[in-house]
């Protein structure tokens, strides 16, 4: 099973800063099989990026993804206030499917 | 557009069987292109695959759950359905269904969920 390791487990940032989530694998993957999700308080998760790094529909191109083989990055440029949440990063480039556990973006 | 909407009971007793539907509405469930998906999230806590069908009927599971789970498929109706038996606490939930994409292999769209409490 790959595990996915995610940090920092919370980022403490003022709106308009720029925000670096990282996701690593305990085994190589293919970049095409890893997705990020943003997931706000009483709401289900919703697609960020695919791929790695293609932007899921309707997303703000302050969200980019980028890596490969076991470290992977997303980065919102300039945080606005909608994008204080938690992410997620989630493989199925090999069985079973698994996400990593979370990182909190928080307002400082 | 394509929605998902999950129905079934809030409140299941320990050791009984929590069942869950998911209706999908806006596409049609027999596509080749897609999985179908459950997951689910204690209250609190992260992310945990439970398992996908295709529309063929054809599934995969999660191990850490494998002996307790059913998913299966009604292409008439659009919808597919969950099934874990031997429910406990630790089964306490939101549970998820969401559609996975075969190629990429992401989830998109989620259903908005639905919280299942194991309780006497």
């Known amino acids: 099973e790959i595990v996915l390791t995610q940090s920092p487990g919370t980022l403490s940032l003022s709106p308009g800063e720029r925000a670096t989530l990282s996701c690593r694998a305990s085994?190589?993957?293919?970049?095409?099989?890893l997705a990020w999700y943003q997931q706000k308080p009483g709401q289900a998760p919703r697609l960020l990026i695919f791929?790695?790094?293609s932007r899921a529909t309707g997303i703000p191109d302050r969200f980019s993804g980028s890596g490969s083989g076991t470290d992977f990055t997303l980065t919102i440029s300039r945080l606005e206030p909608e994008d204080f949440a938690v992410y997620y990063c989630q493989q199925y480039g090999s069985a079973p499917l698994t996400f990593g556990g979370g990182a909190k973006v928080e307002i400082k | 557009q394509l929605q998902l909407q999950e129905s079934g009971p809030g409140l299941v007793k320990p050791s009984e069987t929590l069942s869950l539907t998911c209706t999908v509405s806006?596409?049609?469930?027999?596509?080749?292109?897609?999985?179908w998906a459950w997951i689910r999230q204690p209250p609190g806590s992260g992310l945990e695959w439970i398992g996908i069908?295709?529309?063929?009927?054809?599934?995969s599971y999660n191990p850490s759950l494998k002996s307790r789970v059913t998913i299966s498929v009604d292409t008439s109706k659009n919808q597919f359905s969950l099934r874990l038996t031997s429910v406990t606490a630790a089964d306490t939930a939101f549970y998820y269904c969401a559609r996975l994409n075969l190629l990429e292999r992401q989830f998109d769209p989620w259903g908005q969920g639905t919280l299942v409490t194991v309780s006497s």
């Open positions: 791929g790695a790094s």
């Open positions: 806006g596409d049609s469930i027999s596509s080749n292109n897609h999985y």
């Open positions: 069908v295709y529309y063929s009927g054809s599934t």
């Open positions: 085994q190589s993957l293919s970049t095409r099989h």
